[in-house]
């Protein structure tokens, strides 16, 4: 039996799964929606496509969109685009669009689709690594994909009433994560790639993410997040900061999901970032819940950097991973997120 909606929104409402209608009054404030998606035999995958709708610019949005075809080989369609109309044929603010993407709510915490349809940078990993792309070397993409929710949406709660009664430490952790709310669905779902004029269907599972909220990220320092779906329905996900060097109680959160339920946990061991490789690093993990010790196996594969740091405008050096992992689960495998970031790295070679 497939679970109720009200399991699926896990205290939220359907209204939660569509996108402001016009642009939110305080600048800060956006409207954020991204999905992870991996083919099911792990050839390829697209480390996040994702929308930053920020109010102080709402009619030019910011647009991600990794694609890691295998190989080494990745594509970079990062850019701005205009907004569409949110507006479905129904009236409802269904789609959120910038430029050549757009995510479309087809069921609240059901069924959504994503179309890209644009030019993306033709590179490799080990040149995201050594910042060496040519971003003059673009080459057309179209991705369409068909998703359905697999799991009850993970929700974080920063209201600012919330936050308002937190201590300072705890207040600094929700800054991070944003002021206001943010949840999460493993899913699985079908769809076409058209690339090198070749078109492939595939079928993936992933993981859909939207929130709305005012995220600042002035203390943030780096983190560490994973999920996956497995073929028989369990699947588990968290995310957590490093310690702040102050004695304070980092952000980590994370779920069990196992016969239906959705177990709170919180993550014991934790791969964060500390070498640059395009595949291979180990990235196994603990979580801690009612059900005990929860471990799980993983490789990294498929992924995507971006390596940032004072010449790019920043105060402090910062590197990015989104990619892909092999996980193992008491025997069962599947291929997931994990996205981890540190400030103040020194790259290593890649391998």
Request: contains cysteine; charged residues 25%.
């Amino acid at each position: 039996m497939g679970l109720t909606l009200e399991q699926m929104t896990n205290g939220l409402t359907p209204e939660h799964d569509l996108f402001f209608a016009e642009r939110p009054d305080d600048p800060g404030m956006r409207e954020s929606t991204s999905v992870w998606l991996f083919e099911d035999g792990g050839a390829f995958g697209f480390p996040r496509i994702g929308i930053e709708a920020e109010a102080s610019s709402w009619d030019d949005r910011l647009y991600q969109a990794n694609f890691a075809l295998g190989g080494g080989r990745i594509l970079d369609g990062m850019g701005r685009g205009p907004a569409p109309s949110p507006r479905g044929p129904d009236g409802r603010p269904t789609i959120l669009g910038a430029g050549p993407l757009t995510f479309r709510c087809i069921e609240p915490f059901r069924r959504w689709s994503m179309t890209f349809d644009g030019t993306a940078v033709d590179g490799t990993v080990a040149q995201q690594i050594a910042k060496t792309l040519d971003r003059e070397r673009r080459i057309p993409v179209r991705l369409d994909v068909e998703m359905e929710m697999a799991t009850p949406a993970w929700v974080q709660d920063n209201s600012p009433e919330k936050v308002a009664r937190m201590s300072e430490a705890e207040r600094a952790e929700a800054t991070s994560m944003g002021i206001g709310w943010r949840l999460e669905h493993t899913l699985r779902g079908k769809g076409t790639l058209t690339v090198d004029g070749e078109t492939r269907d595939f079928a993936v599972t992933g993981s859909r993410i939207k929130r709305q909220s005012v995220r600042p990220l002035t203390s943030f320092r780096g983190h560490c997040w994973q999920s996956a779906v497995f073929p028989d329905g369990r699947a588990f996900g968290y995310i957590a900061y490093p310690a702040a060097g102050d004695g304070s109680e980092p952000y980590n959160e994370g779920y069990v999901f196992q016969d239906g339920r959705m177990v709170a946990a919180r993550a014991t061991r934790i791969p964060w970032l500390r070498r640059l490789v395009d595949e291979g690093d180990d990235v196994s993990l603990e979580l801690e819940s009612e059900l005990g010790t929860t471990r799980i196996e993983g490789r990294s594969t498929l992924s995507t950097f971006k390596i940032m740091g004072r010449s790019d405008g920043l105060p402090v050096d910062f590197d990015l991973h989104q990619g892909g992992a092999r996980y193992t689960w008491d025997g069962a495998t599947s291929h997931g997120m994990i996205e981890r970031s540190r400030t103040g790295g020194e790259p290593e070679a890649s391998g």
